[in-house]
């Protein structure tokens, strides 16, 4: 979506209920749909790759993940939400979500939220980059979902930029409530 969201990785930063999902969610129905996002932006789709991988760890089981794309309107046979569980920090994981990617004919990832994904810290940008490379290397845009301020712990605070997070993304959207 040209201005909101790049066909490499982009991000969507904000406080806990500011309403990343729901946004990230929309995208997928502007995907799979062909409407536009927002109801104001053209969302291009890779023809070749009209479906979309959405992985949650952060909200709700996959039975409401489901349920709450449908009342967006989603196309149900584009969407896939795999069991498997996908972490930046682990070469193996990527790979196979690559692999994933690649048999499925995904065109964009959603990763609910960036703290489930990984636990690099201390802006290790290079193994970041790596797995989103492998991601992009498949055929998918990646669209991550990070929490400002989810953990109290304070070695978790701005987990998303203690890793470096928006270093390793295109375009970052911002949400507040």
């Known amino acids: 979506v040209p201005g909101y969201?790049?066909?490499?990785?982009?991000?969507?930063?904000?406080?806990?209920?500011?309403?990343?999902?729901?946004?990230?969610?929309?995208?997928v129905t502007a995907y799979t749909t062909g409407t536009?996002?927002?109801?104001?932006?053209?969302?291009?789709v890779k023809p070749d790759r009209p479906n979309v991988a959405y992985l949650d760890q952060d909200n709700f089981s996959y039975d409401v993940l489901y349920d709450r794309l449908k009342q967006f309107g989603v196309d149900?046979?584009?969407v896939f939400i795999p069991t498997d569980t996908l972490h930046l920090d682990n070469e193996e994981s990527y790979t196979r979500m690559a692999s994933f990617i690649e048999q499925r004919k995904i065109g964009l990832v959603i990763l609910d939220?960036?703290?489930?994904?990984?636990?690099?810290?201390?802006?290790?940008?290079?193994q970041l980059r790596k797995g989103?490379?492998?991601?992009?290397n498949a055929g998918s845009a990646v669209v991550i979902l990070s929490h400002i301020d989810k953990s109290k712990r304070p070695d978790?605070?701005?987990?998303?930029?203690?890793?470096?997070?928006?270093?390793?993304?295109?375009?970052?959207?911002?949400?507040?409530k």
Do not use: M
């Open 76 to 78: 149900e046979s584009k």
């Open 132 to 136: 989103f490379q492998a991601l992009i």
């Open 36 to 44: 536009k996002f927002l109801g104001i932006a053209e969302c291009t």
């Open 156 to 176: 978790d605070i701005d987990a998303a930029e203690g890793a470096g997070l928006p270093g390793a993304c295109d375009f970052t959207l911002s949400v507040y």
């Open 5 to 27: 969201f790049s066909w490499n990785v982009s991000l969507i930063q904000g406080a806990a209920g500011a309403g990343k999902s729901l946004i990230a969610q929309e995208l």
């Open 113 to 126: 939220s960036a703290h489930g994904f990984y636990t690099l810290r201390d802006k290790q940008l290079n």
